[in-house]
């Protein structure tokens, strides 16, 4: 995914095609994933007088752990972006806060697209997933269950209403005394 700018300008009047399969599992651990799948770029290069304009097609698999269960769970990704290099010296921006992520400078007379491919493909990834499972997942187990709000108010109630009919065994003498005295 790397071309000179001279192999470039032979295309100057009609776009250059590419399609390319691009492997990224070196990021598998760094960005906490269980699997990364070959990633499809394809695209084209469209040569102008000072810039080089590519528009890119990434397709490809993060397989992730869900976040309540831990399972595996595949999440698809097709990203579409649009990187222009300049060919000229990238000088277009002068201060830091203008600058435009899509634009590049064109280093060594080549135009490098697996940078900015492996760049996109990490901030794609999604900071958790779910799996379709994980709705139905455990509602009670060794010593709890999950409730609703409604029943946590009943259960209460039916507690203290409980706890104020029983007298303590250590005041029961003095529950005797009132008893007879009435």
Not at 31 to 39: E, G
Not at 66 to 82: G, H, M, N, Y
Request: aromatic share 8%.
């Amino acid at each position: 995914m790397k071309w000179s700018i001279t192999q470039l300008r032979k295309f100057q009047d009609k776009p250059f095609e590419f399609h390319q399969t691009v492997n990224f599992d070196y990021l598998v651990k760094s960005l906490d994933l269980i699997d990364l799948s070959d990633i499809d770029v394809e695209g084209e290069l469209t040569v102008r007088s000072n810039e080089v304009i590519a528009d890119m097609h990434l397709t490809g698999t993060y397989t992730m752990s869900c976040a309540r269960t831990l399972v595996p769970v595949e999440v698809p990704f097709d990203i579409k972006s649009q990187e222009i290099f300049d060919l000229e010296g990238f000088e277009q921006f002068g201060n830091d806060e203008d600058e435009d992520e899509h634009y590049h400078d064109a280093t060594d007379g080549m135009i490098n697209l697996k940078d900015i491919a492996e760049e996109l493909v990490i901030i794609e990834k999604p900071m958790r997933v779910f799996s379709k499972e994980s709705d139905q997942m455990l509602r009670e187990g060794n010593g709890w269950e999950v409730i609703d709000e409604e029943q946590a108010i009943e259960i209460a109630k039916d507690k203290a209403s409980s706890e104020s009919e029983q007298i303590d065994p250590r005041l029961q003498k003095l529950q005797q005394l009132y008893d007879e005295e009435q």
